[in-house]
């Protein structure tokens, strides 16, 4: 199991006092006190030290009228001088993205997923990356994340953070992609969920989490890949079998089928996207067939492990908005639990595997924000050394 996001009256003093201004969005350091349970003349000298830092700022302006002294004056996190990096490597495209320390994304690109060893491929994205920044030079890199669906991709997960690491000179952290969204769904939501919540993903690749919230913030209880869960259909899989999900719910499936039925005329999820949405009935079909059979799905894992509320999450359950309701009713009526279920969708807008990436990099942010700067500080200073 695994701590995702620190929260509550637990850790360092920094990260508490982050994590709080992160959520409130804007606070003052009576309320800080309050929140995390720390005394006020420890809240003033986090509060001071954090903006020194650059992480956060005072909001003197927005301070209520009348109110006295610098206890009342209202702080925030500081979005304009440090920037995390991010990369999603996908079966069919890598992302790289600059996000801010909200967890929002400044600026990310997308390109075609080479046929790269993990040397040629950390150059790629550190190339992407730097180009990036070089049109943000007022914002200092601090963090960097990196995400992917694994045991989908051609990549070991530790050989290529490591050479993004060397290549970006930054400690990378890499996370499975799924558990990921599912803390980039904890970091934007504005309370706590108490009890379990069933995170489904749905893209090229489809798999749950499972998270339970806790005191510390929210746990990772189980993580579970559905991409070659069996289905009973014909369509030969990648990995050889046939009837797997993705055969039938993954973009590259959908779009290939819209294609072969003439419906558009290149295999492109945004085509098919797009036909449906001008009133094709064919393009409209192919994506609630594939709704209703996400629905069965989250309807079976759901019985596996009685969550109290789900999330679907990822643009195979979120790209078309009119088959929503198709994938709750399909849910509702394939679930052999008779309980009322709680299901929503993601609360986390534009492109989610930069978001996820980006949460990933904030991670060390906010579970040590004066040491991630600390090693900044270092690596300048042995920079400094070398260049003489």
Known sequence: MMLVLALGPFGPAPSRVMTHVRRAGLISRDELARR??????????????????????????????????RPSVPV?????????LGAHVGRQSVTVSLGDLRGGVLARTTFPRPADAAPELARRVADELTALLA????????SAGLVAPWGDVAHDRDELGDELGRTLGLEVETWELIPAIAAAEYLNRPEDLPGSTLYLYARDTVGFVMANQRATGMEIARVGRLSHFPTGGHHRCRCGRTGCLETLVSEEAVARAAHAAGVVDRPEIQLVHAAAMAGDDAASQLLRDRAEQLGRVAAIVRDMVHPDRVVLCGQ???????????IRTSLRAHTATPTPLDISFTRV??????????????????DDPLGVLAEQDDDLRDERCLLG
Not at 50 to 69: F, K, S, V
Not at 316 to 326: E, I, K, Q, R, S
């Open 36 to 69: 995390t349970g720390l005394s006020g003349s420890s809240v003033a000298r986090t509060v001071t030290a954090l903006t020194q830092a650059g992480l956060l700022r005072e909001r003197p302006d927005l301070a209520p009228e009348g109110a006295i002294g």
């Open 76 to 84: 925030e996190v500081d979005v304009d001088q440090h920037v995390t």
């Open 135 to 142: 049109k943000d030079s007022t914002r200092m890199a601090i």
């Open 316 to 326: 195979g359950f979120t790209a078309y908005p009119p088959a929503l309701d198709v």
């Open 349 to 366: 807008s534009g492109e989610i595997q930069a978001v996820a990436a980006g949460t990933v990099a904030l991670r060390r942010v906010y």
